[in-house]
């Protein structure tokens, strides 16, 4: 019998892990992308690649996309498709720093049925597949259900502008930050953190596989106005992400200038 598609990813994820951690704290060459699209380090190159031979031997009908490999119409039209995202925290990576991991979902018509994220310095392997439940660890996790000013919310800097916040005043909860959205999202899942947001327009790869371990942990998930995250667009990304428990997700939602601009 063939292996799940969850089975599969997870076995894709260590695989990248052995990967990457041959790479880290080695100095590895890093070169700037075009258009100030950040860094890639060998290692980036490497995983993605090792990812790609991997994962398309399995599944030659799925399509592909990966931050790290050249995109183009053919994954349109299939029925599934690979969201890679294969360092998700480069800078960190790069930096030294452990929390960095590698994303990996599987997208049917829109929406993720199955992902996974792991963080090999940590060994911490998050997972979920649609309508099952998110894992860590093989143990089942759930987010939080702190109030709005009991909640601290992973985001970078610039979500916390008070312009972006309607009367220009931010809400009364803490913030925090990680390296990688993709273990972001897991946090939230996991309850550690009780939300996440990102107000700008965000790669697929970097948020598919954490949007439904969150979701599947019992959150919300959506864009900054409410609505559904679509994925397999032709132009990978969607305009941002809150990630929460059902009643904190409306109250930050709730609390956003709808009219301000992104950053």
Known sequence: MPESDLAL????????????????????????KPGGAGPVTEAD???????????????????????ESQDGPARLSTTR??????????????????????SLAIVENGAVVAAAVYLPLHD????????AG???????????????????????????LPALWKGATLPPFKQAFRSSLAYRLCLVAQGRFD?????????????????????????????????PLVFNNAHPQVPGVIAAGDDLHADIAARLEPAAPTH
């Open 81 to 102: 498709q690979f969201v890679i995202d294969p360092i998700d925290g480069t800078r960190a990576f790069i930096a030294g720093a452990k929390d960095w991991s590698h």
């Open 195 to 227: 939300a996440m947001l990102t107000l700008r327009p965000s790669w697929e790869w970097d948020i598919a596989a954490g949007a439904l371990i969150v979701a599947e942990a019992r959150g919300i998930v959506t864009d900054p106005q409410g609505m």
């Open 9 to 32: 990813l997870v076995a894709a994820a260590r695989k990248a892990g052995a990967i990457a951690t041959g790479y880290f704290g080695q100095s590895p060459q890093v070169t700037d």
């Open 124 to 131: 911490l392997m998050f997972t979920a597949t649609r309508g």
């Open 134 to 160: 998110a894992r860590l660890n093989e143990a089942p996790i759930t987010v939080s259900r702190a109030a709005l000013d009991a909640a601290t919310v992973l985001a970078s800097k610039p979500n916390f």
């Open 45 to 67: 190159l490497a995983v993605d690649l090792m990812l790609a031979d991997f994962l398309r031997d399995k599944r030659p009908d799925y399509g592909w996309l990966s931050e």
